[in-house]
């Protein structure tokens, strides 16, 4: 996910995207989406009743059981973002995850990937 600051559409930054993203956690392995490396992207961009935020993310196993609940609590993290007028999740499964790859140096650690 992007690190800029910068405000995009409507002042809606990026930062603020992967903040609100933060706290929605993983219930299997108790950690941060974010730190996981399950957050592909993200698009900030005006729409017709201010601006839309769309995220790409990818859950650990294409059979999780509790996909619907990740995507619902992205969604509804998103949705609070002052100012945020429409949401949109996308569930994607390319690439395919691999926390080697994708996670935070910290969650590689807790995760006992070297």
């Given at each position: 996910?992007?690190?800029?600051?910068?405000?995009?559409?409507?002042?809606?930054?990026?930062?603020?995207?992967?903040?609100?993203?933060?706290?929605?956690?993983?219930?299997?392995?108790?950690?941060?989406?974010?730190?996981?490396?399950?957050?592909?992207?993200?698009?900030?961009?005006?729409?017709?009743?201010?601006?839309?935020?769309k995220v790409r993310m990818s859950l650990t196993s294409?059979?999780?059981?509790?996909?619907?609940?990740?995507?619902?609590?992205?969604?509804?993290?998103?949705?609070?973002?002052?100012?945020?007028?429409?949401?949109?999740?996308?569930?994607?499964?390319?690439?395919?995850?691999?926390?080697?790859?994708?996670?935070?140096?910290?969650?590689?650690?807790?995760?006992?990937?070297?």
């Amino acid at each position: 996910m992007s690190e800029t600051s910068a405000p995009a559409a409507g002042g809606i930054t990026f930062r603020q995207v992967g903040a609100a993203l933060q706290p929605v956690f993983d219930p299997e392995i108790r950690m941060s989406i974010v730190d996981l490396g399950l957050v592909y992207g993200a698009e900030i961009a005006a729409g017709a009743k201010g601006p839309a935020v769309k995220v790409r993310m990818s859950l650990t196993s294409p059979a999780c059981p509790y996909g619907p609940m990740l995507l619902a609590s992205a969604h509804s993290a998103l949705a609070r973002i002052p100012g945020v007028a429409d949401v949109d999740v996308d569930l994607v499964f390319s690439p395919t995850w691999d926390p080697r790859t994708m996670a935070t140096e910290e969650a590689k650690e807790q995760l006992g990937l070297f």
